[in-house]
């Protein structure tokens, strides 16, 4: 399984273990992923290699080549590992909740403020761009909730821009993976600190709609983690 390890053990990992741990995961979701990081950071070293030797000083070219190989090499690698994390709760319940709760930036998220019998969910996010509702579920039981919650929200959130997305593969949705780039490449209206601050106090007064199904939860129904390598 690429989700074998949990966030607490990469966390309380030391960083060698650590990094052998995601280098791991990444080697199971794309066979190519770890050759290309190592031949594209010995390809660095090599050029500026050959540069010493026909402009010299190779002294100083070498070790520039090594730490511009080594900085390619974790960009590359760490492009690798997000892109194994998104393979891993892909699908899951609750991965947009997990992607959310990722964002860089200063976003206020709220998993499942609106849900059903049938674990189709909406997660709220606040920020300068607006409220952010993403829905994650069955299409056209989750656009009946995003609608809802959008009048729901629309109560509250007076001339604040409220933007939707449904999580999925098919036609109209958001990949997992795409789904932390478009919501931090929002355009438009631009919300203050003090103004986000007052939707988050308005939006904390209404009640969720989240309706808990009976019985033990489905099998795997819980939220998926996505280990952040230090």
């Known amino acids: 399984m690429v989700d074998q390890y949990s966030a607490e053990e990469l966390q309380k990992a030391g960083r060698l273990k650590q990094i052998r741990m995601v280098a791991k995961l990444v080697n199971q979701q794309n066979k190519r992923a770890l050759p290309i990081t190592f031949g594209a950071a010995a390809g660095v070293i090599v050029v500026f290699a050959a540069i010493g030797l026909l402009v010299g000083p190779l002294a100083l070219f070498i070790p520039v080549g090594v730490l511009l190989g080594a900085m390619t090499a974790m960009i590359l690698f760490g492009r690798f590992a997000q892109q194994a994390q998104y393979s891993a709760i892909d699908g899951q319940l609750g991965a947009a909740a997990a992607v959310l ?27 300068k761009p607006g409220v952010v ?4 579920g069955v299409p056209t039981r989750v656009a009946a909730l995003l609608a809802a919650e959008r009048k729901k929200t629309e109560r509250v959130a007076h001339g604040v821009p409220i933007h939707e997305f449904q999580v999925g593969n098919g036609e109209g949705q958001i990949p997992v993976s795409k789904l932390q780039r478009k919501i931090t490449t929002l355009r438009g209206t631009t919300l203050r600190p003090t103004a986000v601050s007052d939707l988050n106090y308005r939006l904390k007064a209404l009640q969720p709609t989240m309706q808990m199904p009976k019985g033990p939860l489905p099998k795997g129904a819980r939220q998926p983690r996505m280990p952040k390598p230090r």
């Open 133 to 136: 509702l993403v829905g994650e």
């Open 101 to 127: 709760q990722n964002m860089r930036g200063n976003w206020t998220v709220t998993p499942a403020v609106a849900g059903n019998r049938t674990m189709d969910v909406v997660h709220r996010a606040v920020g």
